[in-house]
């Protein structure tokens, strides 16, 4: 995915931060503090000796880093940078909630997990003919994450959705795989968006149905599965669920069942919803390869701060969020 780049921004922040080495300008801090939210403290100190034509340890960095996310987890008012659509796209008026979650390495503490949520604009790209289908996109308007489970993660998550209106549009829908704390929340505090399992999850799971039906005949698993994709895809699941049933698998049934509501793609189609959750599964990607490099071991305070960091760098908050701390 695209990064948008760290705007020239004169905000001198040397003392309120305690920054002030008397080495670096505020606006050269503000860049090093954003390319080390791109990249790791080494590669960011490479960077900026080889680019910057300045000689900074990654441990300067890293400092700088960790008083910046200080600054950055105060509250702040929220700047959205509303999507631009492109001459062939327009807005469809309606806005997507996904939810996911990835695993940390925290130094004596071992794999956390990290709970990612994505708001975005749901684009709609024109066909080129009139019996094609419209191309639909979600671009992002702003991430968030946080270390933690739940109950950690929920107020993270209402800040977000408040901050975007996600709440204030006519059409909302949330698109996530099937977890179950995903959809809790989804009840508890959505209950008027749509709800929408990804499509890729679903038809994962109709290759799993057709594996335990045809354990040992690869060949007619495949058979089976592509002759019921279809089905699954019209959100008719019940000839699914009832040949997993008669063949004494009603766990995997259960999924069908409890997903139903959720699966009828052709219809959130027509309606130009997104069917995937593939958006907030990338954030998680983009997450991990900063927190989650070879080698790399953080502390939890190390992590909470670079969190903030990557998120702002990752949705083009960095620069107004930076100015509001000053």
Same mark, same amino acid.
């Given at each position: 995915?695209?990064?948008?780049?760290?705007?020239?921004?004169?905000?001198?922040?040397?003392?309120?931060?305690?920054?002030?080495?008397? +080495?670096?300008?505020?606006?050269?801090?503000?860049?090093?503090?954003?390319? /080390?939210?791109?990249?790791?403290?080494?590669?960011?100190?490479?960077?900026?000796?080889?680019?910057? *034509?300045?000689?900074?340890?990654?441990?300067?960095?890293? +400092?700088?880093?960790?008083?910046?996310?200080?600054?950055?987890?105060?509250?702040?008012? /929220?700047?959205?940078?509303? $999507?631009?659509?492109?001459?062939? #796209? *327009?807005?469809?008026? *309606?806005?997507?909630?996904?939810?996911?979650?990835?695993?940390?390495?925290?130094?004596?503490?071992?794999?956390?997990?990290? *709970?990612?949520?994505?708001?975005?604009?749901?684009?709609?790209?024109?066909?080129?003919?009139?019996?094609?289908?419209?191309?639909?996109? #979600?671009?992002?308007?702003?991430?968030?994450?946080?270390?933690?489970?739940?109950?950690?993660?929920? $107020?993270?998550?209402?800040?977000?959705?408040? /901050?975007?209106?996600?709440?204030?549009?006519?059409?909302? /829908?949330?698109?996530?795989?099937?977890? $179950?704390?995903?959809?809790?929340?989804?009840?508890?505090?959505?209950?008027?968006?749509?709800?929408?399992?990804?499509?890729?999850?679903?038809?994962?799971?109709?290759?799993?149905?057709?594996?335990?039906?045809?354990?040992?005949?690869?060949?007619?698993?495949?058979?089976?599965?592509?002759?019921? #994709?279809?089905?699954?895809?019209?959100?008719?699941?019940?000839?699914?669920?009832?040949?997993?049933?008669?063949?004494?698998?009603?766990?995997?049934?259960?999924?069908?069942?409890?997903?139903?509501?959720?699966?009828?793609?052709?219809?959130?189609?027509?309606?130009?919803?997104?069917?995937?959750?593939?958006?907030?599964?990338?954030?998680?990607?983009?997450?991990?390869?900063?927190?989650?490099?070879?080698?790399?071991?953080?502390?939890?305070?190390?992590?909470?701060?670079?969190?903030?960091?990557?998120?702002?760098?990752?949705?083009?908050?960095?620069?107004?969020?930076?100015?509001?701390?000053?």
């Amino acid at each position: 995915m695209s990064v948008r780049g760290a705007d020239i921004i004169f905000s001198p922040l040397d003392t309120a931060w305690a920054l002030d080495e008397g +080495r670096y300008s505020g606006a050269l801090k503000q860049n090093m503090v954003w390319l /080390c939210g791109l990249l790791p403290y080494a590669q960011a100190a490479a960077v900026m000796a080889r680019i910057g *034509k300045r000689q900074v340890s990654d441990s300067s960095l890293w +400092r700088m880093a960790q008083q910046a996310g200080q600054e950055l987890s105060k509250p702040a008012t /929220c700047d959205l940078l509303e $999507p631009t659509p492109q001459s062939s #796209t *327009k807005s469809a008026d *309606k806005k997507v909630l996904s939810m996911d979650g990835g695993m940390v390495n925290i130094f004596g503490e071992g794999w956390k997990e990290l *709970k990612v949520a994505l708001v975005g604009s749901v684009m709609v790209e024109e066909p080129d003919t009139s019996d094609s289908v419209p191309t639909v996109h #979600t671009q992002a308007l702003r991430y968030s994450a946080v270390l933690g489970g739940v109950s950690a993660f929920t $107020p993270i998550l209402l800040d977000l959705v408040d /901050c975007t209106h996600f709440g204030e549009v006519n059409r909302s /829908c949330i698109i996530a795989d099937g977890a $179950p704390w995903i959809w809790n929340l989804a009840d508890a505090h959505f209950p008027n968006s749509l709800q929408i399992l990804d499509w890729y999850h679903a038809r994962q799971h109709l290759s799993l149905a057709a594996q335990a039906l045809f354990p040992d005949h690869p060949a007619a698993a495949t058979t089976w599965f592509l002759s019921h #994709t279809d089905d699954l895809f019209e959100g008719h699941l019940a000839p699914i669920v009832a040949e997993l049933e008669r063949a004494d698998l009603a766990d995997t049934a259960a999924y069908f069942l409890t997903h139903q509501a959720r699966m009828h793609y052709a219809d959130f189609q027509e309606e130009n919803y997104p069917l995937g959750s593939g958006s907030v599964e990338s954030e998680v990607k983009q997450f991990k390869h900063r927190l989650d490099g070879p080698g790399m071991s953080w502390s939890r305070p190390g992590v909470e701060h670079m969190i903030l960091i990557r998120a702002a760098v990752l949705d083009g908050s960095f620069d107004s969020r930076w100015s509001q701390a000053a």
